[in-house]
């Protein structure tokens, strides 16, 4: 492995690729610089004399301005750099595209069709409680129901999507969680699903069916605990019902065009812009080229680069609607009082992570070049093939969750200091670096770490491509073999 890494022939900086101690001297450009102080693994060095107010360039762009002069071999963190983002800005439609650099292959993938045409990459059975005062319950007939038929098969796995919503919520916070639940009721993953709801809830369960509009009723049920004498035996009853309307249910060949996957990152490090965000959108081009959808979510993580997306635009409809998703947020944060342009997470500082334009441009990568088809709103589906932009906050569970509603079977999860979780589709874990695969092997499942370490691009796309393909064939992902799964929705609101 080499000591640094200059990303793009402009930049000002370049970036340790491993923990570099005060005195060593680099080469960069024939020119020999030595460090003056110890540079972490993931962090940025000054290449230049720089004054005060000079951009820091990275990936070609500016990640935010010097606080004080720099000398060559210093370190240019938070300490002498800061943002150049501020206030609500005004943008011009000026389309910029690119050719794809892939071709459709016609490969295929083993799924489940659906009665309304979407196709699952999971079967599984799945209670969903519209409100959460209903969670132990839900657990509770899902042993029961279990103890009665032993082998689920053919579900390959049975779970309650709890959560603590449902009751006391008004105005956005009531209707987001009714449309995050609807539509994990619909998911192509769930091979039958029953609606558990209480009685005195304001998600009621007959407004939530009314809410669902056309659906499977064969493999869709609903019970109000209140309405009935015995709720366990109620509901047990009704997953029989279900199990055996998918008692036939078959993996059948589908092209790999009806593959949906979410794009996500979380416990980013210096090199997440650098390894796994830009395999993610290298695979994300590789699908659209098959003509398969990809998602970018996170919008504060889009501030300081969403003109790389704006000029993606397909047409002008679907600028407007991503000029709306920047500043909608931007007026969600000063509705609340808060700094639009805050810095990273402590963990992102940590490592390496200075500024959120910082953050932001590699965040983006996980885009690829791909031209963006359509946004969409909290809570909306997907609709359009390509790649599509949708609102939602960068936290990880609520990002993660809204990828699913919207009708991923699928998110890509990159991180530089590793994550456990998993949201209720399979939420499959990119390292960034060797180490923390290393670390923690049973939470990353694909290490693009090798980026660093020598293996070439195209190899590793393809192990990745083969990797995505076996997962959506039904190979587990480490968040499914450790039971990981939550769901989280998006609350701004009062509770009563």
């Not at 919207?406 to 399979?426: E, I, N, Y």
Request: with cysteine; net charge negative.
């Amino acid at each position: 492995m080499e000591d640094f890494l200059k990303i793009n022939e402009h930049d000002n900086v370049a970036v340790a690729l491993k923990d570099l101690p005060q005195g060593t001297r680099i080469n960069v450009d024939d020119v020999e610089i030595e460090l003056s102080s110890n540079i972490p693994r993931g962090h940025k060095i000054a290449l230049k004399p720089m004054d005060e107010g000079t951009d820091v360039l990275k990936y070609g762009f500016p990640i935010g301005h010097l606080k004080k002069e720099v000398q060559p071999g210093d370190w240019v963190h938070t300490e002498n750099t800061k943002t150049n983002l501020e206030g609500v800005q005004e943008y011009q439609y000026e389309p910029n595209f690119s050719e794809n650099p892939f071709k459709n292959e016609n490969l295929t993938f083993q799924g489940f069709n659906r009665q309304d045409g979407r196709v699952g990459i999971r079967n599984e059975l799945w209670i969903v409680p519209t409100v959460g005062c209903v969670n132990g319950i839900a657990e509770q007939i899902i042993k029961i129901f279990q103890s009665e038929v032993g082998d689920i098969a053919p579900f390959d796995n049975i779970q309650v999507l709890k959560h603590n919503y449902g009751c006391s919520q008004l105005g956005d916070d009531h209707v987001n969680t009714r449309t995050i639940l609807g539509n994990a009721v619909k998911h192509p993953n769930a091979g039958g699903v029953l609606v558990l709801g209480l009685g005195c809830e304001n998600n009621s369960v007959n407004e939530f069916e009314q809410s669902l509009g056309d659906y499977d009723q064969s493999r869709i049920k609903f019970l109000t605990s209140q309405d009935v004498m015995n709720e366990m035996e109620e509901g047990v009853k009704l997953l029989h019902e279900i199990y055996q309307s998918a008692k036939d249910d078959r993996r059948e060949e589908v092209p790999l065009s009806e593959l949906k996957v979410g794009l996500k990152c979380g416990g980013s490090d210096g090199f997440s812009g650098i390894t796994a965000n830009p395999l993610l959108g290298r695979l994300s081009d590789y699908l659209v080229a098959q003509n398969g959808t990809t998602v970018l979510t996170e919008v504060p993580e889009m501030f300081g680069a969403e003109k790389l997306l704006m000029e993606r635009a397909i047409n002008e409809d679907v600028f407007h609607k991503t000029v709306d998703l920047i500043n909608d947020f931007k007026q969600y944060f000063i509705k609340h009082d808060q700094p639009i342009y805050e810095n990273p997470s402590p963990g992102n500082k940590d490592g390496g992570i200075t500024t959120l334009e910082d953050k932001s441009l590699g965040c983006t990568q996980k885009a690829g070049t791909s031209v963006v088809t359509d946004v969409l709103k909290y809570g909306e589906r997907l609709d359009t093939k390509g790649l599509n932009l949708l609102s939602s906050p960068g936290n990880d569970l609520v990002a993660s969750t809204a990828l699913a509603a919207a009708g991923c079977q699928v998110v890509l999860f990159t991180t530089g200091r590793g994550t456990p979780f998993g949201s209720f589709v399979p939420t499959v874990k990119i390292s960034t670096n060797t180490q923390i695969y290393e670390n923690k092997k049973h939470w990353i499942d694909f290490n693009a770490g090798s980026l660093l370490e020598g293996q070439a691009p195209d190899e590793v796309l393809q192990d990745f491509i083969n990797y995505i393909v076996s997962v959506a064939n039904g190979e587990l992902v480490n968040n499914e073999k450790n039971d990981f799964r939550e769901i989280a929705i998006f609350k701004s609101g009062v509770t009563l």
